[in-house]
């Protein structure tokens, strides 16, 4: 809010890192990573593995701290705010920035309980029905569940049950949403169903994905952001960051450009 | 090295498109040269050469679709996949000049030519001669090369108009030599535009090899500031 309480436009940059440094105890894992994503665009992290593309995808919601000994340098701004002061509390900025992992992870409740639980929680107070069925149907799952709501969420395909994770996320209506190779235990039909959720989703959301799959990040992402390990081989950055059409057609970066044509390792 | 099986597939790709561009080079040459000596069954060839430059490059073009759709190639690659397809298109439509010169041969029958040729033979050679280096920077990547072809089309506008002129002044003359006249237009101009393509080429592999897509120089420029030039 403005000094005179006029709300401020929200700003072009969701998120936006300075210099981020991440370490888990002597070892760092991530260095000198400035980047900023776009509000209600798809930015796709990438890279081989063990260059730190989920440890960033972490630290944009302070994941990394569950692990002791995990330590950042440098900031993340959210909204303009630097995410790891003192006063912040994690807890909150975990639901304004939800996850979905790799493999879905419903809990062992029914469909309905498994949206529901984490805006109770909340302490949401509006009507828990139309929440539920609104956030299922923005993960495009209303149509497949209506009928077996108090059925186990376990009891869905893994399809399913990754668009459980999605709505669940959604229930405590986060800004943006990481998502952590959120197709990587699917099969191709379940994977492009994810896929045209994400484009859907940006509408309303800032989703940012961590995937393996460079024809998906190229087929779903507005942005790309290269990561790789730094010259001295020791800890990840992100070497190049543009459209995603930039990086996939013509890249600046020797080193981005051997990646996505193959050619790296 | 990982890929190597696509990096050879893209070295085929490279010399499939060369092989029918030496192809397409020759058939021009020869269009011309059967003119020349009004052999039309040297013409009659052409028109079968041209038939198969088209079979080539639908065979080219499949490949291309093949490897897009398997290899998924990003940068570089995509870029020399989906340039080779424009540049075969553009070498099929120089072999339909080349098949234009035939049938203009044909077309005119026992009918003598209007004059010697000269000029026209002049303006084959330059393409052609273009269109081989054309396709040498293509191969090679060169993007020097690329840039400087174009700036010689010049010289084939000019003997275009060096051409029209004296056509001009033929019809002037007799205007019942129109007929004769036109058929040698079409030729040169056909000619010309297959200097024209070879800009295109040369806009492509500069594409290909530093993602920079720009046109480098309007066509027909020096022709059409030579017709305004005579009024």
């Known amino acids: 809010m403005t000094q005179n309480g006029a709300p401020q436009p929200p700003l072009e940059h969701v998120i936006e890192t300075k210099e981020l440094g991440i370490f888990y105890g002597a070892f760092r894992a991530v260095t000198d990573v400035n980047v900023k994503i776009r509000r209600n665009k798809i930015s796709a992290i990438i890279g081989p593995s063990g260059c730190g593309k989920t440890t960033l995808l972490r630290a944009f919601n302070r994941m990394n701290e569950l692990l002791p000994g995990t330590r950042v340098e440098g900031k993340v701004l959210f909204d303009g705010q630097s995410l790891y002061e003192p006063s912040v509390d994690p807890v909150e900025v975990r639901y304004r920035i939800g996850m979905v992992f790799q493999r879905p992870n419903p809990f062992p409740k029914s469909i309905h309980e498994n949206v529901a639980w984490g805006a109770r929680i909340h302490g949401f107070q509006g009507n828990m029905e139309e929440l539920v069925e609104s956030c299922l149907r923005q993960a495009a799952l209303w149509d497949e569940v209506k009928d077996k709501l108090t059925q186990s969420g376990l009891a869905l395909s893994g399809g399913q049950q990754q668009r459980l994770c999605i709505a669940r996320a959604l229930a405590v209506q986060p800004e943006v949403i990481l998502m952590d190779e959120p197709a990587s235990a699917l099969d191709p039909i379940a994977t492009l169903k994810i896929e045209e959720l994400m484009q859907d989703l940006k509408q309303r959301y800032t989703i940012v994905i961590v995937t393996h799959n460079m024809q998906q990040a190229a087929r779903v992402s507005d942005y790309t952001a290269m990561m790789m390990l730094t010259e001295d081989d020791s800890s990840g950055t992100v070497i190049e960051f543009d459209e995603t059409n930039v990086i996939f057609t013509r890249p600046r970066n020797k080193r981005t450009e051997d990646y996505v044509t193959g050619r790296y390792g | ?231």
């Open chain 2, 1 to 231: 090295m990982l890929r190597k099986t696509f990096e050879s597939e893209l070295q085929g790709v490279k010399d499939e498109v060369l092989r029918l561009g030496s192809i397409v080079e020759q058939t021009i040459l020869d269009s011309v040269s059967a003119l020349k000596k009004r052999d039309l069954k040297a013409s009659e060839q052409i028109l079968q050469r041209d038939r198969e430059i088209n079979a080539k490059r639908f065979e080219i073009e499949n490949t291309l679709m093949i490897l897009i759709a398997t290899q998924q190639p990003m940068a570089h690659d995509l870029r020399l996949l989906a340039s080779s397809m424009e540049i075969i298109s553009e070498l099929e439509r120089m072999g339909d000049y080349a098949k234009g010169i035939a049938n203009i041969n044909l077309r005119m029958g026992d009918q003598p030519l209007l004059k010697p040729l000269i000029d026209i033979p002049r303006m084959a050679e330059k393409g052609v001669d273009m269109l081989h280096r054309a396709l040498t920077a293509f191969a090679n990547e060169d993007v020097e090369a690329a840039r400087a072809i174009p700036v010689e089309d010049d010289e084939v506008d000019a003997l275009y108009n060096q051409i029209y002129r004296e056509l001009m002044t033929f019809i002037l003359q007799d205007p019942t030599t129109i007929e004769r006249a036109n058929w040698l237009l079409w030729v040169a101009h056909n000619l010309e535009r297959v200097a024209d393509r070879v800009t295109n080429i040369c806009e492509r592999t500069i594409f290909i090899a530093t993602g920079e897509m720009a046109e480098i120089k309007a066509t027909d420029d020096e022709f059409w500031k030579g017709r305004k030039a005579a009024g």
